[in-house]
């Protein structure tokens, strides 16, 4: 899922993860974990430059963030988890290439549209434990950074036809029945919420013998 920052790519993860049973990936909170955690050697060599690049709003490296992102899908298939939902990925052309063809191919991508001004006012007014300071300097290098690499991105997805684009310009809930409305459009959605429906009625009969 991709979106400007404030979106609202974050609280409808969030929805969907609760709901169908996705394993929420945030990768804006995996780098952050990995650059705080100083036994992760892997990215030792990076970790100087990653850190100031998250102070200036830009992602880490691509040949980085990919192996930690497979690492965390591997271990949390170890775990049980089948479904993934990515929050915040893909930010560049490269990211999403790198990531198609390596461990997983994405079923959909989401891209939450939203309009500038909307996406500045709601990014000002959050408040997100763990997060940098919100400011509009950074809202600005981040939002110019999502328009520069937005276009190319949609272009690869739509030929891939995994795209569905949603409005959150409304409040969260119309937006999100809105996201599950044109999601239920496709062949793929519909299987998963077929087996999100089958795993709930076995959870009933067991609950019930």
Known sequence: MRGAPASGKG????????????????????????????????????????????????????????????????????????????????????????????????????????????????????????????DEKLFNRRYHHYLRHNDEILVYYRADNTLVEVDSSGDIQSTYQQLLKLLGEHEAWKKIEETVASSLRSLKRSCCC
């Not at 169908?20 to 705080?36: E, I, P």
């Not at 915040?88 to 990531?99: E, T």
């Not at 063809?101 to 709601?122: E, G, M, N, Y």
């Open 11 to 134: 609280t409808i993860c969030k929805k969907l993860a609760k709901d169908y049973g996705f394993y929420h990936l945030s990768v804006g909170d995996l780098v952050r974990q990995a650059l705080n955690d100083r036994t992760n050697h892997s990215i030792d060599e990076a970790r100087e430059d990653a850190i100031k690049g998250m102070n200036q709003g830009t992602l880490l490296a691509t040949e980085v963030l990919i192996p930690l992102m497979t690492e965390e899908i591997r271990m949390q298939r170890l775990l049980g988890h089948q479904r993934f939902l990515i929050d915040g990925f893909p930010r560049r052309m490269d990211q999403a290439a790198a990531l198609s063809s390596d461990t997983i191919k994405p079923v959909f991508t989401i891209h939450v549209q939203c309009p500038r001004d909307l996406a500045f006012d709601r990014y000002m007014n959050r408040k997100i434990p763990g997060r940098l300071e919100d």
